[in-house]
């Protein structure tokens, strides 16, 4: 199987800046081809300057804002508005500072705010979830949702979504789940993620990661054998994946 293309960018900025362009190519090219495009996001550092980007001069013209539908690949078990919830950025950087109109039924965050004011927990939350991408009649493929482009970061331990090394989701049926807080990472409390396969049938997937203190996880991702359990990350080794890095990550590749 042929790898991922691999782009090095010279630092964070320039990963954004790579990474803008090319969301706003693939969300163009999925309207183009079948009127809609579903876009899953994420959270963690990088997305804040991307968002700043499609939403600046010249993306915010490129993007189809009207045909487009964002969804979370994982939150934090937080209301949103939460500093720790992933929607936060999305929230204050493209729809505040950029004012960017998208109306709010194309906007999928996990339900977490109906979960908590109902006194339920984070499987019951990914399960609303789950019904709300069924609604939205995506194409499947060997039963899970298609959805156009899932933007990915990459934690220090090679954990993507909401999926930790060793996690029980790999063996789960449902398109999204409950997380208990991991111990081992920062921040320590519960979470919600899309199930791990949806990474694998997705057309497209956009992995971001800076600096070197991914440097080494990046290399044995990109380098390894293919044991998603030990390193989540390595689902997003496929062809349709493109990996921006910027000079400090990729810095422990070889050549
Ligand atoms: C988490 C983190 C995590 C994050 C990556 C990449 O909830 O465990 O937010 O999922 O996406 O660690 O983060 P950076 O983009 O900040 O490197």
Not at 84 to 93: C, P, Y
Not at 152 to 170: E, K, N, T, Y
Not at 198 to 218: E, F
Request: hydrophobic share 45%; charged share 20%; net charge negative.
């Amino acid at each position: 199987m042929s790898g991922p293309r691999v782009i090095v960018a010279a630092d964070p900025e320039a990963v954004a800046a790579a990474a803008a362009d090319r969301i706003s190519v693939i969300l163009a090219g999925a309207v183009a081809a079948r009127g809609r495009a579903h876009l899953a996001t994420t959270g963690g550092s990088t997305p804040v300057e991307v968002y700043r980007r499609l939403g600046g001069s010249p993306l915010r013209d490129v993007v189809p804002w009207a045909d487009l539908d964002v969804w979370w690949g994982d939150d934090r078990f937080v209301r949103r508005g939460d500093p720790l919830s992933n929607v936060t950025a999305f929230d204050e950087v493209l729809l505040g500072e950029s004012s960017v109109e998208l109306a709010s039924d194309r906007i999928h965050p996990f339900p977490v705010d109906e979960s908590v004011d109902a006194g339920e927990d984070p499987d019951r939350c990914a399960a609303r979830l789950a019904d709300e991408l069924g609604a939205v009649g995506l194409a499947q493929s060997d039963g899970w949702p298609v959805l156009d482009l899932i933007i990915l970061g990459v934690g220090s331990d090679g954990h993507v979504l909401s999926v930790f090394p060793g996690s029980s989701a790999f063996d789960a049926t449902e398109w999204a789940l409950g997380i208990p807080a991991p111990t081992h990472i920062e921040p320590h409390v519960p979470r919600v993620t899309l199930n791990p396969a949806i990474v694998t049938v997705a057309r497209h997937v956009l992995v971001l990661v800076s600096g070197a203190s991914k440097a080494n996880v990046v290399a044995d991702i990109l380098g390894g054998p293919r044991d998603t359990r030990r390193l989540p990350a390595r689902l997003a080794v496929r062809p349709d994946a493109t990996w921006v890095l910027d000079e400090a990550a990729a810095s422990k590749l070889p050549g």
